[in-house]
């Protein structure tokens, strides 16, 4: 009598981790067509040309790096564009002289995605919140968070990447930039 329920037990226990193994066992591919629509949709993305722009490619840089924007962004009376806080709200203002100079100047839609970008990451490292002032490693952060997110959002480093940053340095490059070359 006992010996029936032991192999019974064992059965069950055979069975279960079979399923078990089943279950952990199997391998999920990624196919490159569900690797591409994770993507942020940069074609959907506007050239920074208004605040609106802005918001749109703000929100496609959130959008990139899963999290939750809370930015305002305004025309302002500043040397490109910066990165402030002002009445606990976490501003992004530009300077609509200098984004145009930047569009013309880049023809390219990373331009404005990578300037909108270091400015979020100044917010996003806490550069704001602790006021600290701008120098080379600070601006080289915030660039990095700016290279990381162009690459999540489908730009190569060479076509894109790249390209925006030499752009930048060599025609509009700010004290801090031309400091680090």
């Not at 226990?13 to 399923?19: A, M, N, R």
């Not at 480093?157 to 930048?168: F, I, N, Y």
Request: hydrophobic share 45%; proline share 3%; with cysteine.
């Amino acid at each position: 009598m006992k010996k029936p329920a032991i192999l019974t037990i064992i059965f069950i226990l055979l069975v279960t981790v079979s399923q078990a193994q089943n279950l952990t066992d199997k391998k999920q591919v990624i196919t490159e067509s569900v690797a591409v629509s994770a993507v942020t949709n940069t074609v959907d993305l506007p050239f920074f040309a208004s605040s609106s722009d802005a918001e749109k490619i703000v929100a496609g840089i959130m959008n990139a790096v899963g999290l939750e924007g809370n930015f305002k962004i305004k025309v302002a009376n500043v040397p490109n564009v910066e990165a402030t806080v002002k009445h606990h709200e976490r501003y992004i203002l530009y300077n609509p002289e200098f984004v145009t100079q930047v569009n013309s100047v880049t023809k390219n839609k990373w331009a404005s995605i990578f300037i909108l970008a270091h400015e979020v990451g100044h917010h996003l490292e806490g550069h704001t919140i602790a006021d600290i002032k701008s120098s080379p490693g600070i601006e080289l952060q915030a660039d990095q968070f700016a290279g990381f997110v162009l690459c999540k959002m489908g730009a190569t480093l060479k076509a894109e990447a790249q390209m925006t940053g030499l752009s930048l340095n060599s025609n509009t490059a700010s004290q801090t930039i031309a400091a680090q070359n």
